[in-house]
């Protein structure tokens, strides 16, 4: 059974850091894309950011140059670096994983990011 369980949320003040994990227990992570999407109250789920099997990241225009995704296929571990946070970054954040037709999501992990 794969499963994808994140860490690292929490409350922050603006212009903070937060460094979100995201742990699979999959085999051949490496072959997985992985992605981070997160879902505020009352809108809908939005990605964040991805990257493939190879490497190439993706991001939403609105966190571009304040995030960063990266992964580590030994802990088979994706992570989403996220600096000078604004109030509206504010909302559950889930792992993402998908191989071929395949996808699995995580639980998800609150970020709060208020004065």
């Known amino acids: 059974q794969v499963q994808l369980v994140e860490s690292g949320g929490g409350l922050v003040q603006p212009g903070g850091s937060l460094r979100l994990s995201c742990v699979a227990s999959?085999?051949?992570?490496?072959?997985?894309?992985m992605g981070w999407y997160r879902q505020a109250p009352g809108k809908q789920r939005e990605l964040v950011a991805d990257i493939t099997n190879s490497g190439s990241t993706n991001y939403a225009d609105s966190v571009k140059g304040r995030f960063t995704i990266s992964r580590d296929n030994a802990k088979k571990t994706v992570y989403l670096q996220m600096n000078s946070l604004k109030v509206e970054d504010t909302a559950v954040y889930f792992c993402?994983?998908?191989?071929?037709?395949?996808?699995?999501w995580g639980q998800g992990t609150q970020v709060t990011v208020s004065s």
């Open positions: 999959v085999s051949f992570f490496r072959l997985y894309a």
């Open positions: 993402y994983g998908r191989k071929g037709t395949s996808a699995y």
